[in-house]
């Protein structure tokens, strides 16, 4: 059977007296492909596509009460494509005649002396192309097939690229795939760790995560390794290791329900400075690729956990935000020469006793009776 594209090219001989049941009701050629429908009707398998896929055409063309899709039709038995096969037909291109159809996709790839065709070295971008009858004069000419000695090493090469550009493409398509489902698995979950407090106050298991896996990602909008983070803050000095239980203290959390935004983190044992300098390189590398800033909130390691302004990082309902949270650390470390003034406690004074009331108050003392001698006898 030959191709849709070849048909251009062919013309029936004696078409007036090629049996109607092999005409197409919709086309009125000769059946080309020929399908079948559940009702028992034949036509091409291209005009009967055309004739579904229109808006107001869902039934058979003959049984129009009856409904049919594309995937009810079937292939025509192989003696109706073998009597289709062998009609007599005629190349426009040569006018050669007495051909049959089902050997007319091989005349016009192979014999037709004017069919157009390439040369043998379009593969080093030979841009000719003509008449199959004068290639044998351009193959004498051709200034590019001397150079496939040469070129061998780089085609080769170029194959090689091209191998793994496709396997690349595979494995960005899996990855891609991977990244949807485990973003939508993230945002299924229970949202109940949607503040940096959250983030800070849960628990390192020594017993899920390896000796170096201190950093906590999640809900990334993009695959983040650990080893990417932990070189950067490195060169830059701004990690601090904890001997007592092996790990580097700096947490960073995503809002699972943001995939751009702020990345708040906890970072212990850092100064402002050194903090706001880790911030900056951070985001100065990361924000082009994953769209997220990393936003760090300094905890004092005595008692409660104070900001930058010594103030409860727990209370006030500006904390209550994470839109005023990121605000609020953003201003932190741009005010790198404000310190922090501690709070201290006065003592109300306690009520002094009336100095006047003082000074009149005098000690009371015993009073005698005043001395009377006794008559004598």
């Known amino acids: 059977m030959t191709d849709g594209c070849e048909f251009e090219f062919m013309e029936y001989m004696d078409e007036q007296s090629i049996d109607r049941n092999l005409i197409c009701s919709i086309c009125h050629k000769p059946l080309k492909d020929p399908v079948c429908t559940p009702c028992d009707h034949t036509y091409g398998r ?16 003959m049984c129009v009460k009856k409904p049919l899709s594309i995937n009810e039709l079937t292939q025509a038995s192989r003696p109706l494509r073998n009597i289709l096969d062998q009609l007599r037909v005629q190349c426009i291109l040569c006018a050669q005649t007495g051909l049959q159809r089902g050997n007319f996709v091989d005349h016009i790839n192979k014999v037709c002396p004017k069919s157009v065709v390439q040369c043998k070295a379009a593969d080093i971008k030979c841009p000719w192309e003509g008449p199959r009858d004068e290639l044998q004069n351009h193959n004498t000419t051709c200034i590019f097939e001397p150079l496939r000695p040469v070129l061998a090493s780089l ?6 690229l091209i ?51 201190a950093i906590y990602i999640r809900y990334l909008p993009a695959i983040v390794k650990f080893n990417d983070i932990f070189d ?43 903090a706001a300098a880790a911030v900056a390189e951070y985001n100065g590398k990361h924000i082009p690729q994953w ?6 909130n300094i ?15 727990n209370q006030g309902n500006i904390h209550d935000c994470p839109e005023a949270k990121a605000m609020e650390n953003r201003k932190e470390f741009s005010n790198k020469d404000e310190k922090v003034s501690p ?35």
Not at 47 to 55: F, V
């Open 46 to 61: 291209a005009c009967i596509t055309q004739w579904l896929n229109q808006s107001n055409n869902c039934s058979c063309p």
């Open 155 to 160: 085609i080769a090469e170029n194959r090689q």
């Open 163 to 213: 191998d793994h550009v496709q396997q690349h493409d595979k494995e960005i398509k899996e990855l891609t795939q991977k990244m949807y489902q485990l973003q939508k698995t993230a945002t299924n979950e229970p949202n109940d760790e949607s503040d940096a407090s959250s983030v800070s106050d849960s628990p390192v298991d020594d017993t899920n995560h390896n000796a170096e896996d």
């Open 232 to 274: 950067l803050f490195s060169k830059v000095g701004r990690i601090k290791y904890n001997p007592n239980n092996q790990k580097t203290e700096i947490f960073i959390f995503k809002h699972p329900n943001k995939k751009n935004g702020w990345c708040n983190a906890k970072v212990t044992y850092v100064n402002k400075e050194s």
């Open 291 to 296: 769209n997220t800033r990393l936003q760090v």
């Open 299 to 313: 905890f004092h390691s005595k008692g409660k956990n104070l900001n930058a302004s010594g103030i409860d990082s």
């Open 343 to 377: 709070i201290v406690y006065q003592p109300k004074p306690q009520p002094e006793d009336n100095q006047a009331t003082a000074k009149n108050k005098k000690r009371s003392r015993p009073r005698y009776a005043p001395h009377v001698d006794k008559p004598t006898s």
